[in-house]
């Protein structure tokens, strides 16, 4: 039956010190036979994290730090995608080699100075990631020599692409059980397996 009065609810003044509490997402344990996209992160259950073009490199780390990422999608103000920037582009030798170049000062660099572009950036289609296991995403972020990949699907009516989602070597590494600084040192399938064995 439904009610014909509602009471209102009592309330009480926020203290002091309460923070936001993050989305608490718990990573699926998989294995190098897993299917890949137990491994990906979908980005229609967790929003992408953003940055602009004209952000400073202090804003891009400070961005990074409260999302827990390491890879900010640069976009513009449609959401359309320019290009990305990570943890190592910003405290890595890029900055330092820019600097160097420019005579700069570290507090005047943007994102737009380090990220990499969308025109290089190496993407896995959704179709390809549906029929292939952890162990080729792992094997794929070694070729590329890269800790992120990231994911594209296709409109089924305007056929337009859109970022569906990301790996990264460090989500998957827990995922797997491995320690990060091993798993990112592992040179083949053996030695992961063999740490994972542990």
Same mark, same amino acid.
């Given at each position: 039956?439904? %009610?014909?009065?509602?009471?209102?609810?009592?309330?009480?003044?926020? %203290?002091?010190? =309460?923070?936001?509490?993050?989305?608490?997402? #718990?990573?699926? *344990? =998989?294995?190098?036979?897993? *299917?890949?996209?137990?491994?990906?992160?979908?980005?229609?259950?967790?929003?992408?994290?953003?940055?602009?073009?004209? /952000?400073?490199?202090?804003?891009?780390? %400070?961005a990074m730090i409260a999302r827990g990422v390491r890879l900010l999608l640069v976009v513009d103000v449609t959401g359309a995608v320019l290009g990305l920037i990570t943890a190592r582009d910003i405290v890595g030798e890029k900055p330092v080699n820019l600097l160097h170049e420019?005579?700069? %000062?570290?507090?005047?660099?943007? =994102? /737009?100075?380090?990220?990499?572009?969308?025109?290089?950036?190496?993407?896995?289609?959704? #179709?390809?990631?549906?029929?292939? #296991?952890?162990?080729?995403?792992?094997?794929?972020?070694?070729?590329?020599?890269?800790?992120?990949?990231?994911?594209?699907?296709?409109?089924?009516?305007?056929?337009?692409?859109?970022?569906?989602?990301?790996?990264?070597?460090?989500?998957?590494?827990?995922?797997?059980?491995? *320690?990060?600084?091993?798993? /990112?040192?592992?040179?083949?399938?053996? #030695?992961?397996?063999?740490?994972?064995?542990?």
């Amino acid at each position: 039956m439904q %009610r014909t009065i509602y009471k209102p609810l009592p309330m009480a003044r926020m %203290r002091a010190g =309460v923070v936001v509490q993050p989305p608490v997402r #718990e990573l699926k *344990p =998989v294995r190098l036979d897993s *299917p890949a996209i137990e491994a990906m992160t979908d980005l229609r259950d967790v929003a992408a994290a953003t940055i602009r073009l004209d /952000s400073t490199i202090a804003q891009a780390n %400070r961005a990074m730090i409260a999302r827990g990422v390491r890879l900010l999608l640069v976009v513009d103000v449609t959401g359309a995608v320019l290009g990305l920037i990570t943890a190592r582009d910003i405290v890595g030798e890029k900055p330092v080699n820019l600097l160097h170049e420019t005579r700069g %000062r570290h507090g005047e660099l943007t =994102v /737009s100075d380090l990220m990499v572009p969308t025109h290089a950036i190496d993407v896995l289609a959704i #179709e390809t990631v549906r029929r292939v #296991e952890v162990g080729h995403i792992i094997a794929t972020l070694k070729d590329a020599g890269r800790q992120h990949a990231l994911v594209v699907d296709r409109d089924p009516l305007t056929h337009e692409e859109f970022v569906r989602g990301i790996f990264s070597a460090t989500q998957i590494g827990r995922q797997l059980g491995a *320690p990060i600084a091993t798993f /990112s040192l592992a040179h083949t399938f053996a #030695e992961i397996e063999a740490e994972l064995a542990r």
